[in-house]
Each structure stands twice: as structure tokens, then as C-alpha cells.
């Protein structure tokens, strides 16, 4: 569409944005309340901030957390990337159905179903249960979200480009990882950023699959939460809030600059024909 | 021909060209297709493909010669491009053998193929630079280096990108992009080069530089060229010969003169340039030539050519429109090859004009006839609605079977 | 032509185990925990390690397999009938995420509509600022209602402050709360779809539209609000799925009259320690979600193919 928007559109917008924005950025402010009681404004305060790096059990949570989301993100990266490649690549093959169904279920899939399903699996394998069941289960839903992202980039993958790297030389394993890995890279990076950040933010699956030892800073964050809400949780919140939204604007920064670059060098070389 | 000379200039070429085609259509003395004895360079033996229910090679055999440039020609979905695709390797033949330089090519997967093609959409590494781009087949065979740079400045210096070399395919516009892509295709020196709709992508005026580029580069580096093409007048162009292919199969292989002047089918006659179909029945039939009555208004068409058909069989007379002479007047009764007409309309096209007038009483009987625009602002006599008679000469036309 | 018809290139041994590694992935640890999920609904609560019987234990070969199938029932399912709680838990999940779906859309259109009537340099923008939140955590996003919907929270405090209300409103606890919890959460996913299919609209066809005597309002609705269809289904599904089998948002905002089947999961789960029951209500809430998921991946196909 093309058309100007109007007042109606401009206000839907400045409303709706404030809505999905307003509990974050109160959430914020409050953490540097001075006054322990949340709601009530008490003066400006980093206090809290300080407190957390004193709470040795919600930094074990993180660290655990960051451990458990940096392997589950890699191995769900390659086997996202790898099922991608399936779904876009290979005509067809025995039980395609049941697998691109497998891709996308856990998509829409409610998170206690996945939990508890994954839980009596690892029961009924005999696993303990700690960092290794939440690693393995946030890799199994991650994966999905990997191949979805890192798909929606092959689709307009032109094949003649590896056909091309064929014709020259190269043997198929060398061409994917010497032409189609570079070229795709974005979207596998994306990929693995989303893996990430999910199992940084999962609480039920977690819950369902840990054992002693393996709490995530989700499932502390919960349990604090039930008790009532506390300038610390917002304190811990806004850190990742804001490691989050540093990470994402970054990133978009970047893309935003190679397609101006781009955009411009395209320019510049339209018309030099003739 | 002065080697890294201005072999890319197309003026000069443009000049060469409209000589050599004055002259007669064989470029040089290279007709080794004429010797049954000459051994193939490319050779299909019974090629079948299949997709699925869809065939889209029919059991076709052709030979190509070393240091041809042969054009595959046809629509979209005539099966040209899988032909190429089964020599390259990357579509394996359902059933039949491909030979190159004596060896059959069955099992060899693409990478190992002596062939190197050049793509419709380029296929550009688009994170590589265009030196890179170049010197990835070379790096693939591990060539020394050394060699792989001196190669790489050939290439660039032939092409004339030696300014570009340091940019990325999206830095470089369209015409550029084609160099790259074809200075690619032929850095590994292949024993054959194939280009895949190579000139699609350019408009017009470049697209007719590049196809004489083409022709020098293919006649300097003394290589085989397979070209496969949905435009005539591009494969007439470039091509030493042309294979015109429909649904999978051959149609005709032969010189772009043949090709026009004596076209096999009425598939071929239509397909390639502008033709006048007439229905006629055979009426006569001598060693001089054959008879022929027209099955609408009759006229009498006298032609050199013989005919399989027998007496009073229906064939098609064809016959290009710039073979058609028209003049103000009707038609001498007795004489032969001659048609009354009534101007129905007049195209003019600049160089040429082109005048279809009725001959039957539907609307889709007519016959068209161009001449060229030998004046400047001349106001033509012949105007619409005028009675006309149109002629040609015994030796114009050809006779097709249905 | 051919380039539309792929022919499976000649797989080595290396390249079909490459392949077949994240189907043996998925097959191991979402398919088979499916089939363990529904064997362990038709067994007992027992005290035991793990907490219910028969266990089958491979090691006594098929007469055990023979054995433990002897002793499944379908008790649980019979369980989850006769007891109102299950059944109200179900319905009303589905009641309130089709009601909070609704809700959704009636915001999210305006939100789309808007975003895909903006210049075409503040798009990007806008698109990022809808996708940020779904980045950030969950659980924060819900936490933060808490803090606003309280009885002393913000909005009962700013609400007092202008004069409109005398008693704060209880919002917290209630199903309300839960309708803003999941409306806020799952906005994002309504949008984006909407706003890609509204993006799409050739804007020449309101012209068009225009042009033969319609009036703009009109022209919405019958030009945009049918070609968004496509993105308004999909949306909804999005939010719908997932809502249905919630168990965060019900549980930090929703009361104790709250029945969400998510909730009552979890507590049969980790409260109750009854394995079977909870595996029972998930197979039941599987099968209830199975159609409208079909639904959905039917529908994109279709969307798919049509752009293909």
C-alpha cells in the first residue's frame, strides 16, 4: 500500500505501540526505586542492582541459563539449518509429511505438552535429569524455530548458484560449505539468536525437564515472582530487557547499513552499461 | 586477427559481420558436418528424459563438432535446456548415452565434467569479488598460484574488467555481470562452453554487441561453443548451425541459411522469422518442379522445388514476405505465380514496410509483403483499399507437407 | 521446465546420515515422548520411583510388554470425565483464548492497518518495534502487569489520581487480567502476519475502487478487510494455539477461579504428582488442539502454493 496514513492510523499506532512498550518502561523505572515497596515512588536508586550481584543464587541460575542457551542455540543451529535445507531441497522422500509436520507443530505447540512429554521420555530412558534433559529439550523446540528462519532465506536461494560452483570444480559438500553457508549465514545467524533467546526465556519446558542443581534464572525468577513482586526481579529484568534490546538493535543496525551500502553501490553501478 | 587487440570492439565486428553475410552464409571453409566420416566432439545417442509422466527429451541423437558454435533453439518447454543440463550433469539421462571427446559421460557427477556452462541468472557468487569469482574453478583444480593470477588478468583483460576486479557481483551492472559470468565459464579453458540463455538479461542493443563478442571470443580461443537460445535471431547470429527442437525432439539441425531459406516443416518456416503459409494442391509434378492451385481464389503457383507429395494431395506453400514483389495493378490472366489482392494494411516499420493485403474473401486470408524503404520521404503509391498484384519467382517459395 | 522439477542429486552414505539427523532428532525427542505421553495415560498412580504403574522394563522382554498392556485402563480418561474440574477447564481455556483472539484482532488490525499505511521509511521501524518484545522474556512481559493491574498497583493508582475511581478495581486475579495478559503477549503475532498480507495490497486497487464510486470507507471494506483475510486467519490461529494451553499468563495474573487446562496440568503435575492424570489431560488437550493446528498448516499451504 502506498497511500498516507491518516489520523485514525497514526493514533492506532501511538496507542498500540504504547501499549506493547508501557510495562516495560515502567517495569524499568521501577527498578531504580530507592522505596522496596514496587509501586510507590521512593527516589532514584541503583540498590538493587547492587544486591543482585550479592544474590549468589540468582547468578548461579544465569549462569546456568547462559550455559544451557549457548549449547542448545548451537546444536539447534546446526540441525535447524540442516532440516531447512531438507525441507527446501530434497524432492521427496519417505515420511517428508511427518517430518515438515514435526518442524511446525512445536511452533504452535502449548509449552506444558512439550515439558511434560519430554519429562517422561527422559524418565523412561532412565536420564538424570539437570543441565543435559533442559539442554537436549531446549534444543528440540529451538530447532524448529531455526528452520523455519533459516528456510525463509532458501526459498529465494537461486540453485544455479551452486550448480555453478558444481560446474567449476567444486564436489557438493566443499560447494555448501564454500557458497551456500556464506550466502545463507544471515539467516542461520538470526537463527541462532532466536534459539537463544528462547531458551534464555523458557520457564515451563525448563521446569518440566531440570533437576537438582539445574535451576534457570526463569524458574527463580518464577518462584520469586509468586511470592510478590520486588524491585530485585525488576532490577533483573531490566538487565536482560535491556541486553536483549542492545543485541536486536544492533543487529538490525547492521543489516540496515549493508542494504544502504548495497543499495547505493547498485545505484552506482546502474547505467554504466553502454 | 591481433590478439589482445580490440576483439570486443563491436563496431569493427558489426562491420565484419554484415560483410561476411554478404558474401554468402559460411563464415569460413568449416563444414565438418558435411564429412559423415568426421569424428563428433559431442555426440547424444538416443537421449531420453523424463520427469515424471512429462517427457522432456525424446529419444534424440545429434552430433556437434570441435571448434563449433552450435545453437539449440526453441520455446520455453521444447526441452533445450535439459539437453544442456544432461551434458553438464546436472540432469541425468532416463535413457541413452551423452559422449564428449570420445568419452561417455554417464556417472561423471558435474564437478568432474571437462564442460563448464555459463547461467541464465549468471549465478554469480555473490560474496566473492569478481578476481575471485573467476579464479574459483581454477582453485578447484589446485592450479599453482602463479598460474591461477596470470590466468585471472587473461581473463579480466579479455573481458575488459580489469577495473572491476576488486568489486562484488552487486557493484556491477548488468552487462558487467555478463562478462564476469562468461569470463568464469572460460578461465578452466573447458572442451566445451555452454551458455544457458546467455543474453537474456541485456537489453537490446547491448544483447546484439555481446553476441558478436561472443562469436570472436569462441573464433580467438579456437574453443566449442554450445549455445542454447529461445531467439532466432540471436542463434542466427552466432551459430554455425542450429538445431530447432519442439516437444523433445529435433525438428532440423542445420546452417542459419538453410534454416530460413529452406526451412523442413511448417513448424520451422513459422518459428523462424516472418513467412506467408498458402494451402495448395498438388496439380503438376515434373522434373522441372511442381504445380500447385490454391485452395483459396485459386491461383496458380509455379515452383523449382519438388514435392513427396502426390497428385492432388494438399501441401503448404511457403514463402517470406520480402520474397513477395507488389505493384498497383491485377494480374495478367494465364501467368502463374501471381495474386490479385486488395490492400487491407500497411505497416511502416522504418528500414521496411510491410503491406498485407486480402486475397480470399475471410479476413485471415492475406498475404504480406515488405520492401525496403530505399527513399526518404517518398510518399508510397500504394495506399489502402487499392487493388494490387502480388508476385514472386518460381524459386521463392518452398513446398511443405502438412 | 526442468529448473521447477528438482532431481535428487545421488546421496552418499555421509550425505543421507547428514539427512537423516535431525529427522532421528525429532523422531526421538517430540514424536516418541508423544507415544511414551499417551502409554503412561492409561497407567496407575502408584508410590513408587517413577510415580506410576505398570513401568515397562524392557529387560523382562515381550511376556512383560504382554503384561503391562494387560494392566492399562482407560481410568484416567473415565477420571477426567466424571470430574468437573477437567472438563470446565477445557472449555473455559478454549473460552478464553477464543475471547482474548477476539480482543487481539480488534487491536492488532488497527496496529497492522496502520503500520502498512505508514511511509515507506518508517516501516522498518515500525516492524522492528513490534518484534522487539517478542525477543524480550515472556515471563518479564507478564511479570509486568502485575506491578500495573494490582490492587495498589499503577493503573489503580493513576485512575484515583484523575478522579475517575474511588475504590481501586480489582483487575489482578480475575479472568480480565488474563485477557490483558495474553492479549499483550501474543499481539506481536498477530500483527506480523496481518501487516505482511496488508503490506502486500496493490494500492492501486483502492484507486480502483475509488475510481468507480466507492467510498474510501467502503473500499476497506470490501477490498482490504477480505484480501487481509488471509493474514487475519493466520493470525489468529497464532494467538488461539498457544493461548488455549497457557499456563503462565493464567497463572501469575489469573485468580483461583481462573481454569485454565495449562494450569490445571501443572498443578496435577507438580502438586498432585498424579503422572497419569496430567499425562491423560495432555493427550486430551492434544487431541483438541490437533484440528485447529491442521487447520492452520492446511491454510499456509495453500498461501504458500498460491505464491508459489
Known sequence: ?274 | MAPGGSILSSRFWVGAVLAKKSIGPVRREFVPWENSDHPPFIEFRGVTKKFGEFVAVRNLSLKIYEKEFFALLGGSGCGKTTLMRMLAGFETPTSGQIFLDGQDLAGIPPYRRPSNMMFQSYALFPHMNVEKNIAFGLKQDSMPAREIEARVSEMLRLTKLEQFAQRKPHQLSGGQRQRVALARSLAKRPKVLLLDEPLGALDRKLREETQFELMNLQEELEMTFLIVTHDQEEAMTVADRIAVMDKGELVQVATPAEIYEAPNSKFVADFIGDVNLIEAKVTGKSDAGTRLVSVVDGFVIDSDQETEAGLGETVWYAIRPEKVRIAQGRREEGQVNQIDGLVWDIAYLGDVSCIHSKVGEDDHDTIRATFANISRMVENPITWDDEVVLSFNRDAGVILKG | MSEQIATPAKRTIGGKLLIAMPYLWLLVFFLAPFLIVFKISLSQIAVSIPPYTPAIDLAEGWQGLVEAFREFSFENYIWLTEDALYWKSYVSSVVIAAISTLFTLLIGYPIAYGMARSPQAWRPTLLMLVILPFWTSFLIRVYAWIGILKNEGLLNQFLMMLGLIDEPLVILNTNIAVYIGIVYSYLPFLVLPLYASLERLDGSLLEAAEDLGCPPWKAFWKITVPLSLPGVIAGCFLVFIPAVGEFVIPDLLGGSNTLMIGKTLWVEFFNNRDWPVSSAVAVILLMILVIPIVLFQNQQQKMSEKEG
Not at chain 1, 194 to 208: G, H, M, P
Request: net charge neutral; charged share 10%; hydrophobic share 55%.
Open chain 1, 1 to 274: 500500500m502506498t497511500r498516507g496514513p491518516t489520523w485514525f492510523n497514526i493514533t492506532s499506532l501511538v496507542l498500540g505501540f504504547s501499549f506493547l512498550y508501557l510495562p516495560i518502561v515502567l517495569l524499568v523505572i521501577y527498578s531504580f526505586n530507592e522505596s522496596r515497596l514496587v509501586t510507590v515512588w521512593g527516589g532514584f536508586s541503583t540498590k538493587w542492582y547492587a544486591s543482585l550481584l550479592q544474590n549468589e543464587q540468582l547468578l548461579d541460575a544465569a549462569w546456568v541459563t547462559l550455559r544451557v542457551a549457548f549449547a542448545s542455540a548451537t546444536i539447534a543451529t546446526v540441525l535447524g539449518t540442516l532440516a531447512a535445507l531438507i525441507l527446501v531441497r530434497s524432492g521427496r522422500f519417505m515420511g517428508r509429511s511427518l517430518f515438515s509436520g514435526m518442524i511446525f507443530a512445536p511452533l504452535v505447540m502449548p509449552e506444558v505438552i512439550l515439558g511434560l512429554s519430554l519429562l517422561l521420555l527422559f524418565v523412561a530412558m532412565g536420564t538424570a535429569r539437570g543441565f543435559w534433559t533442559v539442554m537436549l529439550a531446549h534444543t528440540t523446540f529451538a530447532m524448529c524455530y531455526v528452520a523455519v528462519v533459516v528456510q525463509s532465506r532458501l526459498v529465494g536461494f537461486d540453485k544455479s548458484i551452486e550448480e555453478a560452483a558444481e560446474d567449476l570444480g567444486c564436489p557438493p559438500v566443499k560447494t555448501f560449505f564454500l557458497i551456500t553457508l556464506p550466502i545463507i549465514l544471515p539467516g542461520v545467524i538470526a537463527g541462532w539468536m532466536l534459539a537463544f533467546t528462547l531458551s534464555l526465556d523458557d520457564l515451563v519446558i525448563a521446569s518440566f525437564t531440570t533437576g537438582p542443581g539445574a535451576t534457570t534464572l526463569p524458574m527463580k525468577i518464577y518462584s520469586q515472582v509468586r511470592l510478590g513482586v520486588t524491585p530485585e526481579i525488576n532490577a533483573v529484568c531490566t538487565i536482560l530487557v535491556g541486553l536483549v534490546t542492545i543485541c536486536v538493535i544492533a543487529a538490525s543496525l547492521v543489516t540496515k547499513r549493508q542494504q544502504v551500502q548495497r543499495e547505493r553501490d547498485e545505484r552506482a553501478a546502474f547505467g554504466a552499461d553502454g
